[in-house]
Structure formats: C-alpha cells, structure tokens
C-alpha cells in the first residue's frame, strides 16, 4: 500500500498510545484501558536506544493509523518463550488505531510491510506472533500476510496460536 510507513516511537506519543489502548476493539484482545502512568511504565522503556524492544508509528501518508513494536524472542522473559534459542527470531504485536479501518486488509498489509522491514536485518531469521485462537480476524490477516500456524502453545497471558514467517 502506497504511504505506508513506520517511525519510532517517541516520548510524545504515549499520550495517544494510551487513548487508542482504551478503544473497544483494542481492549478486545489487549486487555482493559491502562491509566497514563502504566502506559508510562510499560513502554517508555521501549524509547530507550538500548533496548531490544522496538516501538513505531505506523502512518498512512501522514496519519498515524496504528501501532506496532518488535522484540527479540529469545530471553524475552517473564515466562515467554523460554525455550526459543534463536538469537534471530523476532516477536511482533501491533493494533490498528480505528476500528473503521478494520476488515479492510490494511492490517495485514501493515504486517507484510513491517515483517518486510524487519528482514532487512540479515540477522532476523523469523519473526513470530501469537493471537488468542478465538481472534479469528487477527489469524485471517497473520495468514494474508505470510504467516503459518505453528500450533497452539499457552503463554502467560493464556492459550494463544502461535504464528511464523520465515525468510
């Protein structure tokens, strides 16, 4: 899709993070609305050059219509992946900012392109996402995008499907 792109992001969007993680469709599946102080908490580390975890921006031309972050799956911590030794697996979440812009194929598009940019890296060798099976939009928009189903796994936050795409 023409005019999409990703830039980091800054200390200056948290207060937009926070009100889109407080929409409906996003509190669906990332749980409920978080108080500016622990969006402060959870993310803001992830601004830090020295951190592994990424976060951007996603923009339609100039509208930011989205939010996505990366991270390195091995020693991830506080019960994920624990038994991953890829040092080059990577892990991605990501939400589209208005639900009218659901159901349209730009999520899936929004993930093409950004697994895309993180295979620029010749260190990536998959990246790896993990919707609840009962997402069914999410599962349809991973697949459109290249993913694959690895199978059911349960992670911290419950049963999940995870989902890989591979060089």
Do not use: C
């Not at 830039?7 to 009100?19: G, T």
């Not at 050059?49 to 939010?67: K, N």
């Amino acid at each position: 899709m023409q005019g999409l792109s990703f830039r980091p992001m800054q200390a200056s969007d948290l207060p937009l993070l926070r009100e889109w993680l407080g929409r409906p469709h996003v509190t669906e599946w990332w749980g409920p609305a978080p108080s500016q102080a622990e969006v402060d908490e959870d993310y803001a580390p992830m601004l830090s050059p020295a951190s592994t975890d990424r976060a951007y921006i996603a923009l339609l031309g100039e509208v930011s219509i989205g939010y996505i972050q990366s991270y390195v799956v091995m020693g991830s911590g506080n019960g994920w992946w624990e038994d991953e030794r890829d040092p080059g697996a990577r892990g991605i979440d990501q939400f589209l900012a208005d639900a009218e812009q659901l159901n349209r194929g730009l999520g899936s598009t929004m993930v093409r392109a950004f697994v895309d940019l993180l295979f620029l890296d010749a260190a990536v060798t998959k990246v790896q996402t993990d919707p609840s099976p009962s997402n069914h939009r999410a599962i349809r928009s991973y697949l459109r995008a290249g993913f694959h189903e690895q199978g059911q796994v349960i992670t911290p936050d419950g049963p999940a499907l995870l989902m890989v795409r591979t060089r």
